[in-house]
């Protein structure tokens, strides 16, 4: 089993920063696939990015391309989302995510451990 805790969530402005990070326990965290989902109120839950255990293969929805960068630090078992020009409509819980496998995913029903949230609210 493995436990993913999600932290860093928070309030802000249209144009700001927020950096997410997502810790793991487990000796094998390199073996998993990480990824952040995010599901905004009467929406689905939907894929955002996603990042390989060691290769460094990166895969991001493209309406966060240029703005959002996912990375991990595997001697930490740490992902993280870095979200940079925040939009209104990125508003909505986000979830981190993993699967054992090398192979990056965007289906949520690809991963088998799941964070239990933190909110990102950006106000106009």
């Known amino acids: 089993q493995v436990q993913l805790v999600e932290s860093g969530g928070g309030l802000v402005q249209a144009g700001g920063s927020l950096r997410l990070s997502c810790a793991a326990s487990?000796?094998?965290?390199?073996?998993?696939?990480m990824a952040w989902f995010r599901q905004a109120p009467g929406k689905e839950r939907e894929f955002v990015a996603g990042?390989?255990?060691?290769?460094?293969?990166?895969y991001y929805v493209d309406s966060v391309k240029g703005r959002f960068t996912i990375s991990r630090d595997n001697a930490k078992n740490t992902v993280y989302l870095q979200m940079n020009s925040l939009k209104p409509e990125d508003t909505a819980v986000y979830y981190c995510?993993?699967?054992?496998?090398?192979?990056?995913?965007?289906?949520?029903?690809?991963?088998?451990?799941w964070g239990q949230g933190t909110q990102v609210t950006v106000s106009s």
């Open positions: 487990g000796r094998t965290f390199s073996s998993y696939t």
């Open positions: 990042i390989r255990g060691t290769a460094g293969i990166t």
């Open positions: 995510a993993g699967r054992l496998g090398v192979a990056v995913k965007t289906q949520q029903a690809e991963f088998d451990y």
